[in-house]
């Protein structure tokens, strides 16, 4: 059997310690941010797009989570005080889930979700004075800590084109819909390109490495590579340029940001570079030739794999600033539509061990938020044998599982029986 390594070989809190280091990651984003001014940005922005001529202004106030079952979850009220209308809220997003609660029921008004939205608020007042105000207190407890929004083929099915004005508007679609956890995976690769060339990878290797705009998703899951590239100098500069203002807007709000991290995902050139490096490559995937498939993948059991994941994120800290990019949630897919190797406990449970293991080397109370989409896709692989395997390479309060297509193609159940805690999921199309 696979001994644990040393840092899981201790014992470890219960699961619910996941719950209680949530809590302390999204409150640590707090210190320092004028989260009512901010949610009044919100407003200002969000009733601007809509043509609205006027300045609203409500009311705000900061309140005190609300307890249930041991937990502190958000909070928030619409009320009125002397005829004017009044927002509380436990943070920056339940105050402003608070105004997308009165725009929907008070004024019969909504922010569709295509593109960052509709601003057409034909329903909405024409005047200060015409504003509906609450004739009683409406308090909403959420009903999750963590309210997750993405899945990581968003950046290229939706986002690969968006500019800062399009994110800006999506951001507060988010900011009033509730979302607190949303995936930052944007300008990635200008990371990705001064780490490999610091291992010695070639422009030339690069290009064979990168996917276009458009297909970066599958290409940072091991599926494709190369395909619709190259990405220019300009593009990915352009990217972590957007991606600052991405970071900065999370902090300002209190959203704290999923960051991607290592999966084992290496350029063709490390084979010549390290000729003793484990390193193999993927089957074809969905028929694409081989030219921008076979990915080639380094082995879990490699020293390079925790020594690479750690130097990406120790970068990315280095790059966006520890207060916006150490969130202590990173995201990362192994096997993603790819068959492992082995069924051997072994060799699947050494396979998260090593991506865990490469983030907490980087930072020690770091969180694996990682897709549940493998265990979906190929369900003949994916025994419960085979699943508990896989998830006993992480420690229960190291390792969050989004059960993807909750609502139709359900697996929290298996996640939810080998301890581990799950985020459940929509998949709304694809």
Not at 142 to 150: E, I, S
Not at 313 to 332: P, R
Request: aromatic content about 14%; charged content about 20%; hydrophobic content about 40%.
């Amino acid at each position: 059997k696979w001994a644990a390594p040393k840092e899981h070989a201790a014992h470890h809190p219960p699961a619910m310690e996941t719950v209680n280091r949530i809590h302390k990651t999204l409150t640590s984003r707090h210190h320092g941010q004028d989260f009512l001014g901010n949610a009044q940005q919100v407003i200002d922005r969000i009733l601007a797009r809509g043509g609205v001529k006027f300045a609203f202004q409500p009311k705000m106030e900061l309140i005190d989570y609300e307890e249930r079952n041991g937990q502190l979850l958000d909070v928030f009220e619409v009320d009125s005080q002397d005829g004017a209308v009044v927002f509380r809220g436990s943070s920056a997003v339940a105050l402003t889930t608070a105004f997308g609660h009165y725009l929907r029921y008070y004024t019969k008004c909504d922010v569709h979700w295509e593109d960052g939205g509709d601003y057409s608020l034909a329903a909405f007042p024409s005047s200060l004075e015409a504003l509906p105000v609450p004739t009683e207190k409406k308090r909403v407890v959420f009903m999750a800590k963590w309210r997750y929004y993405q899945n990581t083929c968003t950046a290229s099915y939706s986002f690969a084109w968006k500019n800062w004005t399009q994110w800006e508007a999506d951001i507060d679609w988010m900011a009033i819909n509730g979302y607190n956890l949303p995936l930052a995976f944007t300008g990635q690769e200008l990371i990705w390109q001064a780490l490999w060339r610091q291992y010695g990878v070639s422009d030339a290797g690069l290009q064979e490495y990168f996917s276009g705009p458009a297909f970066l998703t599958w290409q940072r899951m091991a599926n494709i590579r190369a395909y619709g590239g190259p990405l220019s100098d300009s593009w990915i500069n352009q990217q972590a340029d957007l991606q600052r203002h991405i970071l900065q807007r999370y902090l300002e709000l209190g959203m704290v940001p999923v960051m991607p991290a290592f999966n084992g995902v290496v350029p063709a050139e490390m084979q010549s570079l390290f000729p003793n490096a484990n390193i193999t490559r993927l089957p074809t995937w969905n028929n694409f030739p081989e030219e921008y498939s076979c990915n080639y993948i380094l082995s879990s059991t490699d020293p390079l794999f925790v020594e690479i994941g750690q130097k990406f994120l120790e970068q990315q800290f280095a790059l966006w600033g520890e207060d916006v990019a150490k969130s202590h949630i990173y995201n990362t897919d192994t096997f993603n539509e790819n068959k492992p190797a082995s069924s051997e406990y072994s060799y699947l449970a050494g396979s998260s061990a090593a991506v865990y293991n490469s983030m907490i080397a980087a930072d020690p109370e770091a969180i694996w938020l990682m897709q549940g989409w493998l265990f979906v896709n190929d369900r003949t692989f994916w025994t419960d044998e085979n699943i508990a395997s896989y998830l006993a390479g992480v420690p229960d309060h190291g390792l969050v599982i989004l059960d993807l297509s909750s609502e139709d193609l359900p697996v929290w159940d298996k996640i939810a029986a080998n301890q581990k805690q799950f985020l459940w999921c929509m998949l709304h199309n694809y």
